[in-house]
Structure formats: C-alpha cells, structure tokens
Nanobody, 123 residues
Framework: QVQLVESGGGLVQAGGSLRLSCAAS????????MAWYRQAPGKQRELVAL???????NYADSVKGRFTISRDNAKNTVYLQMNSLKPEDTAVYYC?????????????????WGQGTQVTVSS
C-alpha cells in the first residue's frame, strides 16, 4: 500500500521558520493531490495548503504569503516551508496524499494520512 513519513516539526519563536517534509513510499503508481492539514487543541482539522500533480497550489487565507507548499514528484515528497510563524500556527501538522497504488494485479486509489508532527510557536 502507501506509507507516509513526516519530519521537520519542532519548537520555534514567533517570526521564525520551519520546513516540514512528507515522503510517500510503497507500491505507488502515481500521486495526485498532496496537502498539509493542521489541528490545534480543541479545534477541527483544517486545510493549510494543497498542491496538485501539475503544481497548482491553494492556501488557507491565514497562511497566504507566509507558507509555501512544494513537491518533488521524483521523490514522492511534499514540503511545507513556513516563514514568519505566529503562535496561532501552533498545531499538529498532517500530510495527506491521494494516490494510485498496485493492488494484486490492478490499481486502487487511496487517501493516506501521515502520523502528524508537532509545530509549536512561542511568543
């Protein structure tokens, strides 16, 4: 199937930067949309940024101009560069990947989630 491994979270002061990575592996045929979500304590999970296979992107209004999503199709990896971080960006960040994978002689579609990585921004 498809496995996702995230890295890059941590503790940073307000105004600082972090870069998150999420690598997909397994019997992957192709990857369509790749996205980052986040969930703060007591809040619903929300979409932060999305990038499709062609490289088109969408961002939540709260992160426009500060965050940049990118992908390396050869490495099946999606990145989130986060600049000018604010305390309200504190959350667990999850990557999400929509893919096709080999499944016993045919292909199947799967939506996969990473394990989550904590981002904490101190004031």
């Amino acid at each position: 199937q498809v496995q996702l491994v995230e890295s890059g979270g941590g503790l940073v002061q307000a105004g600082g930067s972090l870069r998150l990575s999420c690598a997909a592996s397994g019997s992957i045929v192709s990857i369509n949309d790749m996205a980052w979500y986040r969930q703060a304590p007591g809040k619903q999970r929300e979409l932060v940024a999305l990038i499709n296979r062609g490289g088109s992107t969408n961002y939540a209004d709260s992160v426009k101009g500060r965050f940049t999503i990118s992908r390396d199709n050869a490495k099946n990896t999606v990145y989130l560069q986060m600049n000018s971080l604010k305390p309200e960006d504190t959350a667990v960040y999850y990557c999400n990947v929509d893919s096709e994978y080999y499944n016993g002689g045919s292909t199947s579609r799967k939506n996969s989630w990473g394990q989550g990585t904590q981002v904490t921004v101190s004031s």
